[in-house]
């Protein structure tokens, strides 16, 4: 494997790199032949018409007489990352907002205790938000499951909405609930 370090900075130290692997390999001119995309992440260094790495690999396609264009295109994740941080740094309210949440997680991480805390009212949180959607689906959806039988149904529930963090005496609960109604069918 070739591993290669950039050793000047920018747009012109990325072309330098290029050409030294290339040379490397299997040539400058050949990489410039077979290579017809190019995604960058959208940063000016990388995408600028002047000194960005599009234009000055497009300056060497032209001094090597390649002729058919090549697409370039920008990495919709990299750029995403490119604007929200500088939406992060511009705006005053959501670097102030994301200060505040970064010292709440602080404070709760920093101590043992309170992480195990969190974590326990976060499974109680967990548990009652997925009660309130079984209730919501089994409101929603009872016609779906109306024509089947008793047992059925309750099996069907609770395998479908069994999750890790049910209780064992809820699902030892279930399991004699489904089996009585086995008995009594």
């Not at 790199?17 to 400058?28: F, R, W």
């Not at 200060?99 to 997680?105: D, E, L, Q």
């Not at 195990?116 to 009212?121: C, F, H, S, V």
Request: glycine content about 4%; overall charge positive; hydrophobic content about 35%.
């Amino acid at each position: 494997m070739l591993v290669l370090a950039m050793l000047k900075r920018g747009a012109k130290g990325h072309l330098e790199t290029l050409k030294e692997g290339a040379t490397d390999t299997i040539g400058l001119k050949k990489v410039l032949t077979i290579s017809n995309h190019m995604t960058m992440d959208g940063e000016n260094k990388n995408v600028g018409e002047h000194n960005g790495l599009w234009k000055l690999i497009d300056d060497e396609r032209t001094k090597e007489e390649v002729t058919f264009q090549m697409l370039k295109s920008v990495c919709a994740v990299h750029s995403s990352a490119l604007a929200y941080h500088d939406l992060c740094k511009d705006v005053s309210e959501v670097n102030t907002l994301i200060r505040k949440v970064s010292g709440i997680s602080l404070f709760f991480h920093a101590s043992a205790v309170r992480t195990a805390e969190l974590e326990k009212y976060a499974k109680r949180a967990r548990h009652q938000q997925e009660s309130k959607t079984v209730r919501h689906f089994i409101s929603e959806k009872q016609s779906c499951v109306k024509d089947s039988p008793k047992a059925d149904r309750q099996a069907w529930f609770q395998k479908v909405f069994q999750r890790d963090y049910t209780d064992e005496s809820d699902v030892e609960d279930a399991n004699n609930v489904t089996k009585q109604k086995k008995i009594e069918s």
